[in-house]
């Protein structure tokens, strides 16, 4: 019976010291930022042979949930003309805003931007910027519009870390906006 | 006890066999092993219990499928008679008691060798130890061991459960893999891991069950609501993970097991070694460990890119007795990587409608071991006190305390596009699950040898805290439970009724805007079970429960509220949710003849609150264009269905097998079905068992298929793509048992999974949408065991 006390007391002070919990969940709450959040997208088209840019946001100060959207302009351009067209991308959940255009710049090898107009014959995109492996890029091209018409312009950012051969199909979205656009 | 006479039992036999197999068996007849006029065989021995070690008095003794049946003397003692050379199969039953089944050979090859010593060749000692029940048994209790279970080695929990009926898997590829008891899954089936609630985050569908089956000699499943005894959580069963009793003052005895297979050309290594300690008697003690490494998974025409796993686990335990008194530590780490297809982050609908209509990923690859983005790595520590005391009036008191940590870390696809955090290489989820568990448990003596019961204490404390992407929100939780169960047994019916009453406190705290948010909650339950068991004979038995279980809503329906990268759907919480609670009643009939077994068992389960993601009418704006918006709610939800399972042993070589499980599920308040519901399934096998052959024992060899029906019942419009076809697919297995010498022994097997390679999808399958299950998988295994 001696050594069955024993092992009990032996038992109780492993169990206490084992077993103890007093950690509260509360003390280890930290804000902690999405590394990959985007919450806005502008389009700069800058008509050619002058100064006029026209410029159109999605903007979701919050990221996805949470409130919606604040801004998603429709794109309005001219009719048979040629634009300039750039991209701004930041994430503003963060102060300061972060730049993710420069990020995606020098990433470029890992990202493909894709401009779809439905219908196609509203306007036509060229690349402007190839990466180091000369596939295009996306943040800067032309944009030439065409007869006055309503439609839709898809916007894709497709990331593609080690998978990008040029084409759409590799990787996953990170930015699939469909902006309304009208040309009159 | 009574036991019918012969000649009725097989008029029930012959009425089963009719009723099942029509004409197919009308030729067949009983054939008994013919008379033999040397029947001078006899079995003997004490029936003790497990842990006192005193002797069970008045357990009945018998041999199944005989009308001879024995009591257990005051001093435990029980003899059977005359009894002819063959094989038998005897049972021990009694009040509060699992009942004990153990298969004698009383054939010994070489009886004219020893004819001198005839009586003691034909004698056997049977020492029986019993173990004191812990399930309801009115509820039917599938477990799957020996050799069942030596069949599954190398396989993951879940996968090495799938072979009963009722049971299927849900899966994320083809290595993650959850158990789903009658359509029920994560948060709704408990397991419990030697004897202690396995505290993970199983809310998560890709969150598989951190436990090496390896550490179990027995897994059973306990279908249907077990709230009582076991608390919350237990709505559509609970699987236990059972190890060996440890080898109290037996000799050194050890175990090396390794399986390969062909597919992930995955290779596993398990070895234990345990004994007792020759100074110290009443010492016990097991060391354990299992090593497994696993490269691409391979579907019949391509590989799956980063699906490899590797996987190390280790247990320890020791334990002493004296007397009435005993003691077990044990301690078990189980660390896992896993990887995951990478074709699996879906960034928009476009993405996964663009896979959908491709009808294979997009991503090739070929075979590597390499694990990269994204993956999990999972480790799990239990560390478990269990100390009882077996009074000597028969009472019994039992306390088991137990930590668990859990920790998940989970690495997305994408790493941060700032390369200074990108170089650090963290996940961009992590969690931490702290719990301790506290069980007390009071076992009274049975009353005049009819009523036994027990009345227990279970309490848990929990914390999580997580860093990363905001998913679910840290917390702290408290439970504690109280049940009184009695067990009451009279001539052949066994009567059982039970209460609980849980309480749990939950607090939250999230971040909002930047602003640290609490929120308490409190939920508290009753839970009931009535259950009876009549024992019509030796052989049938049948049985019916009625019992409830609850689960509070748990943190990711209470808060969830992003983009669910893998389901590509929005998934929103509703912090008003109240707990679900369900009301089982399940029956089956039950029949152990000696060539004809089956158990047909129905059940109806009622979940009031089902929680579910219910699709809502808009979709969500984001950045990366619409997505189907789903928001937790709540609904009365039945799920009913029937399991069967029949082997026949139509000649005394071949047994045809099969198993059938039929399952509907409904949404109550919608007249809708539900999602995600195991299609119905039948899966038949054909062994043919070989004489021995030198010291070549129990060789077989068998041959199955599994048909597996289109889920047909699915809410329309509520899926990217329409469930997968049916499929049928085709399994054969070999094994042998080699006796090298008196200590050595060697187990071997091979099967063949996939036999023709076939291409097909399961609906339960995150991977569905895009990717084929595993293709043709060849697996070859050694058991090497020493001593025992």
């Given at each position: 019976m001696k050594i069955n006390q024993k092992l009990t007391l032996a038992l109780l002070l492993f169990t206490a010291l084992t077993f103890t919990q007093c950690k509260d969940a509360g003390e280890d709450v930290e804000p902690d930022d999405e590394n990959e959040l985007i919450t806005t997208v502008t389009l700069k088209f800058a008509e050619k042979g002058t100064t006029t840019v026209n410029s159109f946001s999605y903007k979701d100060t919050d990221g996805d949930g949470g409130n919606a959207p604040v801004q998603f302009d429709a794109i309005l351009l001219k009719p048979n003309t040629a634009y300039t067209l750039t991209v701004e991308m930041k994430d503003e959940s963060k102060t300061p805003a972060e730049d993710v255009t420069e990020e995606i710049q020098e990433k470029a090898e890992e990202h493909l931007l894709i401009y779809t107009p439905a219908p196609a014959t509203l306007l036509t995109y060229t690349y402007g910027d190839k990466d180091a492996n000369n596939f295009n890029i996306g943040l800067k091209g032309e944009a030439l519009t065409g007869a006055a018409g309503t439609g839709v312009l898809k916007v894709q950012l497709r990331h593609q870390p080690g998978t990008k051969n040029g084409s759409a199909a590799p990787g996953s979205d990170d930015v699939n906006l469909d902006f309304t656009l009208t040309i009159k | 006890m009574s036991f019918s006479g012969f000649s009725s039992a097989k008029t029930k036999y012959n009425l089963f066999s009719k009723l099942i197999f029509g004409l197919l068996m009308t030729a067949f007849s009983i054939s008994v092993f013919g008379q033999n006029s040397n029947c001078a065989c006899f079995v003997k021995g004490i029936v003790r219990d497990k842990h006192s070690s005193q002797p069970v008095v008045g357990a009945t003794v018998l041999i199944i499928g005989q009308n001879s049946g024995v009591f257990t003397d005051e001093k435990g003692r029980y003899e059977l008679r005359n009894l002819c050379p063959g094989t038998y199969t005897l049972e021990c039953r009694i009040v509060g008691y699992n009942s004990f089944r153990q298969t004698l050979d009383l054939t010994s090859g070489h009886i004219e060798d020893f004819s001198l010593q005839e009586q003691e060749i034909h004698l056997k000692d049977v020492e029986i130890t019993a173990h004191r029940s812990q399930e309801p048994s009115s509820q039917p209790l599938s477990t799957i061991s020996g050799n069942e279970l030596e069949n599954t080695r190398g396989r993951s929990l879940a996968e090495s459960l799938k072979g009963l009926p009722g049971v299927t898997s849900l899966q994320t590829g083809s290595s993650i893999s959850k158990p789903v008891i009658h359509g029920l899954h994560s948060n709704r089936v408990l397991i419990m891991n030697n004897g202690v609630r396995q505290e993970g985050q199983q809310w998560g569908s890709e969150h598989a069950p951190e436990i090496d089956p390896f550490i179990a000699t027995r897994l059973s499943v306990v279908k249907g609501a077990a709230g009582v005894r076991y608390g919350s959580d237990a709505i559509g069963g609970v699987i236990l993970v059972e190890p060996e009793e440890l080898p109290f003052d037996k000799p050194l005895s050890s175990e090396l097991n390794t399986v390969g297979f062909s597919n992930g050309r995955q290779g596993v290594l398990s070895g234990t070694v345990q004994g007792g300690i020759k100074m110290l008697k009443g010492f016990g003690w097991r060391a354990q460990g299992t090593i497994k490494k696993s490269g691409n998974i391979r579907t019949p025409d391509y590989y799956l890119d980063n699906t490899g796993t590797n996987e190390k686990n280790f247990s320890l335990a020791a334990g002493y007795r004296n007397k009435g008194f005993g003691i077990d530590l044990f301690y078990s780490r189980f660390d896992t990587k896993i990887g995951i297809f990478s074709g699996s982050h879906i960034g928009s609908v476009t993405d996964l409608l663009n896979v959908i209509r491709n009808g294979e990923p997009f991503i090739k690859s070929g075979f590597s071991y390499a694990i990269a983005r994204p993956n999990q790595n999972v480790t799990h520590d239990l560390i478990k006190a269990e100390t009882h005391y077996h009074f000597q009036n028969g009472n019994k008191l039992q306390w088991t305390a137990a930590r668990q940590i859990n920790n998940r870390n989970e690495y997305d696809l994408h790493r941060s596009r700032n390369d200074s955090i990108a170089a650090l290489n963290h996940p961009e989820l992590t969690f931490k699950l702290s719990t301790l568990t506290n069980d007390v448990v009071w076992d009274h003596k049975p009353i005049a040898g009819k009523l036994a019961g027990q009345v227990g204490v279970s309490t848990l404390y929990q914390y999580n805290l997580m860093s990363g992407r905001p998913l679910i929100p840290n917390f702290n939780q408290f439970n504690v439970g109280i049940f009184w169960m009695e067990r009451y047994v009279r001539n052949s019916w066994e009567l059982e009724a039970g209460v609980r009453y849980d309480y749990r406190k939950l607090k939250t705290y999230r971040i909002v805007s930047k602003e640290k948010l609490a929120d308490d909650f409190n939920f508290k339950n009753f839970s009931g079970t009535l259950g009876a068991t009549k024992n019509f004979s030796g052989r049938l038995s049948a049985r019916l429960n009625v019992g409830t279980a609850w689960r509070a809503p748990n943190v990711s329906e209470l808060f969830s509220d992003g983009v669910h990268h893998g389901a590509a759907a929005y998934e929103k919480g509703d912090a008003s949710l109240q707990p679900e609670t369900a009301i089982n009643t399940i029956g089956s009939v039950k029949y152990a003849g000696e060539r004809l077994t089956f158990e047909v068992g129905g059940y109806y389960n009622f979940i009031s609150d089902y929680i579910y993601l219910k699709p809502q009418p808009e979709p969500i704006l984001t950045i990366r264009g619409s997505f189907p918006y789903f928001k937790y709610t709540q609904t009365d939800a039945t799920f009913k269905g029937v399991d069967v399972s029949a082997s026949w042993k139509f000649v005394k070589t071949t047994t045809f097998s099969s198993k059938l499980s039929y399952l509907q599920a409904y949404d109550r308040r919608n007249d809708n079905y539900l999602v995600m519901i195991p299609a119905n399934r039948i899966d038949n096998q054909l062994k043919y068992d070989l004489p021995d052959f030198g010291n070549w024992h129990q060789t077989y060899i068998s041959a199955g298929n599994l048909f597996v029906a289109r889920q047909k019942r699915v809410p329309p419009e509520s899926d990217f793509a329409p469930p997968p076809k049916a499929y049928s697919i085709w399994t054969v297995q070999a094994g042998s048992s080699i006796r090298l010498s008196n200590k050595h022994q060697l187990e071997t097997g091979i099967t063949v999974q996939n036999l023709f390679n076939t291409a097909y999808r399961d609906?339960?399958?995150?991977?569905r949408y895009y990717a084929d299950e595993m293709g043709r998988n060849i697996s070859v295994r050694f058991k090497y065991s020493f001593g025992a």
């Open positions: - | 609906y339960l399958n995150r991977f």
